[in-house]
Nanobody, 115 residues
Framework: QVRLVESGGGLVQPGGSLRLSCATS????????MAWYRQTLENEREFVAS????????NYADFAKGRFTITRDNANHIVYLQMNNLNPEDTAVYYC????????WGQGTQVTVSS
């Protein structure tokens, strides 16, 4: 059974940082590009960042470039998202999933950026 468990969200002030984690199980983690997405109540889920399975290639949404960094630990089947210089527009629920061939979504982790 595929599982995606996101964690690391919270309340942070503008300019602050958070590191999100996504623990995965039930599929061949090191065979997939992995990605982070986010969703607000008003908007559809949007792409944040992705990372290739083994060679370290990354893609970022324009809003994430220069502020967010995606990494992964293939040995432990975890994908991370380091988020720096956060602003209120980054407030959302953040999810991880395979970059293609999505599996069932996890519960996500809430990130709130507010003073």
């Amino acid at each position: 059974q595929v599982r995606l468990v996101e964690s690391g969200g919270g309340l942070v002030q503008p300019g602050g940082s958070l590191r999100l984690s996504c623990a995965t199980s039930g599929f061949s983690f090191d065979a997939y590009w992995m990605a982070w997405y986010r969703q607000t109540l008003e908007n559809e889920r949007e792409f944040v960042a992705s990372m290739s399975a083994t060679v370290g290639r990354t893609n970022y949404a324009d809003f994430a470039k220069g502020r967010f960094t995606i990494t992964r630990d293939n040995a432990n089947h975890i994908v991370y998202l380091q988020m720096n210089n956060l602003n209120p527009e980054d407030t959302a629920v953040y999810y991880c999933n395979r970059a293609t061939d999505w599996t069932s979504w996890g519960q996500g982790t809430q990130v709130t950026v507010s003073s």
